[in-house]
RNA sequence: GCCCAGGUGGCGGAACUGGUAGACGCAACGGACUUAAAAUCCGUCGAUAUUUGAUAUCGUGCCGGUUCGAUUCCGGCCCUGGGCACCA
């Protein structure tokens, strides 16, 4: 390796070759477990690899890499590892295209992009390197899955899924577009099928409430994101008999206060209750709700329609007589697939009645005292909980929570209904009609039933060598992988061929880089380094990733894997990286790739950049103006210590600095350098690298403007230079390195320094500037001594010539002060 | 449709807990250096009015409120983005 000539200018890819191979000849950033220091593991998501970073991929990385190297110069012993989310959906969309395994294009995608992250210079311990598609990653969830199986977390239902008929595959939301197969532009259906699921609702409360625990920790949206996914709600089920029937029609609602104008049921196309029903028109509607794609997005938005059933059902209280219809916006996946239609105080049962000329029952009016404006039920729905109850015989003339109460108490006494806490989080269905996924352990035999593959067995691995042609899985076609033989009566059965959701993988890989080694799941290591420090990700994934991982985090728990409640102490998400106001995406054909921009900057300026153009938590705007300003502040910060070195440092080291002889101009410079550190350091420990950024930049400038008179400027420069490769070192590793070197005359690692301390002595000052206003409005500033009294600024205030004509025979009545910052004066206007 | 964010100069953003709106950077313009250009260095840079100066008024998506004082807090709108359970 050859060694940057420092006469040279600032040579970007010299100077991160030279650096990249002094710590992969040091090891810098291979980790081991050390009680002796305090642990910190960061943790950037992992990327699906797609075939090559994005701009997304590079922020995100880059974040996390800064917050390493800061908690590594805060003398901590940080882990931060990388893997590959490698089982995915456009493994095999570019199978088909290509047709080539999913195994070889993702396996060609990893390598490309190892090297790239690699050319950015990221501290990552490499040797803990995964990738989800290997079975000695994949043989321990499967494992895991059995485990959970035994302990009753696992169970198999029938489940709706999109399902294109021409193609004969099964279609992920992602793939429906206005209702069509994306390939086929077949109208999609709907069909039901055996699908294993997960007992994340058995979590439901810790989920819930363990987030009030990490208030400060994570932000607060994602907080409420996911409180409100979760959706504890407290209510009752009731049971609706059908007239001339043995049947009960079930619902839940959250407002029995209204059971009283319920006036229909609205029932789910696939409600069981329908399947007997011959009635061609229920047929047609039945069908034209079957040509829908499943997500809520998409039936939320449908236009609201239903059909009367012709079935008639008991009101539980009065014994009226009720319709029964259904109706596109019931599902069947959510609660009993059934609700109580109550037009006069839901705007969407009014929207429904008012179409099909349903009755609308008013039951609930304004408290008499607070009627502010006429409310009319029949217009509009009158859906606040602070009214009354009216028109409802026994239960007239009481609040929301009284008519909750009586309701309820009614309904349990004549075994009609009771009080239930409901979640709106569903069971997590995780099995995949999909090749190129984890093949979900278990067997189907014709004697013994559904029966999980025995601990000894595993892995069962995935063959990887195979052609997936796009018209549904390639494992079901493969004898040699489904022909096996059942556990229990060893006799020929058939393998699932289903694969588990790519969630699977992404909820427990933050636990295996603590020794993705190991020959179990985790082992004891996973104790020294949970829960990870610091987790940073797209904000795309504040709801299901972050949910599931928690969810496995707590399930791992309980089978003692691992001893800590929460995988992520702490969560950054970072926001979009968008180009001309859009997303980045292929498919807008508007992405900026980060390759060249490396092979011509270097890494330190695409990342100071990255730092820079926004703090992390905001979308970022793609410029490439801004990316040659970074260039421009690095190749400053280059020339600037070089030409020091040259001339004050080289010949004659610079001695230390002698405080007690500063001038004035010295004392306001060094003044400058430590209120720098100061701002910096702060704004990196909340994560504002962007003004932290900014800090060294005016820090820099200051340092250009100032003249080197004598021998105490020129150490007074080198206590800033120091201070300013220190500071930046996190953000651009390479060039300070360097610069280190060179200025401190010898070769030893920037990344294991101490980050710098402020000297308080530094920043005290003898006199403050004060904003001076009257009646709010700025007026002048004075100076005034640091912490002087009120009296004192107000006297020094009235005589300032640009604020007395504003006070000029007028009386003070009121003055507000916040030390050496603002003085308020407020006269009568 | 539901849940969660965001909206500040020509542009990216700053203002941390209600206290100097526009730090820092980009672009633009002016100057220095140069035969010239690039690079570099220095300077100007929200709008309007009186007008060399300085000062005043307006200005943080829109409308209203609280306050001596609001980009910040409250109420009501508009727009943009993220998520909505099979994209990852």
Not at 1 to 9: A, G, K, L
Not at 257 to 271: F, I, N, R, V
Not at 448 to 463: F, R, Y
Not at 797 to 807: E, L, M, R, S
Request: hydrophobic share 35%.
């Amino acid at each position: 390796m050859q060694t940057p000539d420092p006469s040279s200018s600032y040579n970007p890819q010299q100077i991160e070759n030279y650096v990249q191979t002094l710590w992969q000849e040091n090891q810098a950033f291979k980790t081991t477990e050390d009680s002796n220091k305090e642990k910190y593991y960061c943790l950037s998501m992992f990327p699906y690899p797609s075939g090559s970073l994005h701009m997304g991929h590079v922020r995100n990385y880059t974040i996390g890499d800064v917050i390493s190297h800061f908690q590594r110069m805060q003398g901590k012993n940080v882990l931060q590892p990388m893997g590959w989310d490698a089982f995915g959906l456009p493994a095999e969309n570019a199978a088909i295209k290509n047709q080539k395994p999913p195994a070889e294009w993702t396996y060609a995608n990893i390598d490309y992009m190892r090297a790239q992250l690699k050319q950015l210079g990221f501290s990552y311990d490499w040797d803990r390197e995964l990738a989800t598609c290997k079975p000695e990653y994949y043989r321990w969830e499967q494992w895991f899955f059995i485990q959970l199986l035994e302990k009753g977390l696992v169970y198999r239902k029938n489940s709706i899924v999109n399902w294109d008929p021409v193609d004969q595959t099964v279609l992920a939301n992602e793939q429906v577009i206005e209702g069509r197969g994306w390939r086929s532009g077949a109208l999609v259906e709907r069909r039901e099928i055996p699908q294993w699921f997960l007992k994340i609702t058995d979590y439901a409360e810790e989920l819930l409430a363990e987030l009030d625990e990490m208030e400060g920790k994570w932000p607060t949206s994602v907080l409420q994101m996911q409180r409100n996914w979760i959706g504890k709600s407290q209510g009752i089920e009731i049971d609706f008999e059908v007239v001339d029937s043995n049947e009960k029609i079930r619902v839940y609602t959250t407002r029995p206060d209204t059971l009283m104008g319920a006036t229909y049921l609205a029932l789910a196309a696939e409600h069981p209750l329908l399947s007997s029903l011959s009635d061609p028109e229920l047929q047609k509607f039945k069908e034209k709700c079957s040509q829908h794609g499943v997500s809520e997005a998409s039936i939320e938005q449908l236009t609201k329609e239903g059909i009367n059933t012709g079935l008639k059902a008991i009101h539980p209280l009065s014994g009226e007589i009720i319709p029964i219809w259904s109706a596109n916006f019931v599902l069947m996946n959510y609660g009993t697939g059934a609700v109580m239609c109550v037009p006069a105080h839901d705007v969407r049962d009014h929207q429904f009645a008012v179409e099909y000329k349903l009755p609308i029952k008013q039951v609930i009016a304004p408290k008499p005292q607070e009627q502010q404006e006429e409310i009319n039920t029949d217009q509009e729905a009158y859906t606040s909980k602070h009214g009354i109850t009216v028109n409802s015989g026994e239960f007239n003339n009481l609040g929301f929570t009284n008519a909750f109460d009586r309701i309820a108490d009614a309904l349990e006494k004549q075994g009609k209904g009771e009080r239930k806490i409901n979640y709106r989080l569903r069971d997590w269905g995780v099995s995949r009609q999909r090749y190129w996924g984890c093949p979900i352990p278990v067997v189907h035999c014709e004697k013994c039933g559904t029966v999980p593959v025995s601990e000894d067995q595993l892995p069962v691995t995935l063959p990887e060598d195979v052609v997936v042609q796009g018209d549904g899985s390639p494992l079901t076609r493969l004898e040699n992988f489904t022909q096996t033989h059942c556990p229990k009566c060893q006799q020929p059965a058939t393998r699932e061929t289903d694969t588990f959701d790519t969630f699977f993988e992404s909820s427990w890989y933050f636990a295996r880089f603590t020794c993705s080694d190991a020959n179990a799941m985790v082992d004891k290591r996973a104790n020294y380094w949970l829960p990870v420090d610091q987790y940073v990700g797209g904000v795309e994934h504040a709801i299901l990733h972050l949910l599931y991982s928690r969810f496995f985090h707590k399930a791992m728990r309980d089978l003692k894997l691992i001893n800590s409640n929460e995988p992520f102490e702490r969560l950054l998400t970072q926001g979009m990286v968008l180009k001309n106001n859009e997303k980045m995406s292929k498919s807008k054909g508007n992405t900026v790739d980060p390759q060249p921009l490396i092979d011509r900057y270097g890494a330190d300026t695409i990342r100071l950049f990255m730092m820079f153009a926004s703090p992390p938590e905001q979308s970022l705007e793609w410029s490439d103006a801004g990316v040659e300003g970074a260039s421009r502040f690095l190749k400053r910060f280059w020339h600037f210590t070089m030409a020091y070195i040259e001339e004050h440092h080289k010949e004659a080291p610079i001695t230390d600095l002698k405080l007690a002889k500063l001038s004035e101009s010295q004392l306001n410079f060094r003044f400058s350098t430590y209120q720098a550190l100061e701002k910096a350091t702060q704004d990196i420990q909340r994560n504002h690298f962007n003004t932290a950024i900014a800090a060294m930049m005016s820090l820099l400038n200051e340092a250009y403007r100032y003249l080197i008179k004598e021998q105490q400027d020129s150490a007074l420069i080198k206590e800033a230079l120091l201070i300013m490769i220190r500071v930046l070192a996190p953000i651009t590793p390479h060039i300070c390195q360097y610069l280190w070197e060179q200025i401190n005359q010898k070769n030893e690692l920037l990344c294991f320094q101490a980050w710098p301390e402020v000297d308080n002595n530094a920043l005290k000052r003898t006199t403050v500037t004060i904003v001076v206003q009257v009646n709010g409005k700025i007026r002048g500033k004075i100076e005034v001594a640091t912490n002087a009294p009120e009296e004192n600024v107000v006297k020094a205030a009235v005589i300032a010539p640009t604020v007395k004509k504003h006070i000029e025979n007028q009386k003070i009545i009121k003055t507000i002060y916040v030390p050496n910052k603002l003085i308020s004066l407020v006269i009568k206007p």
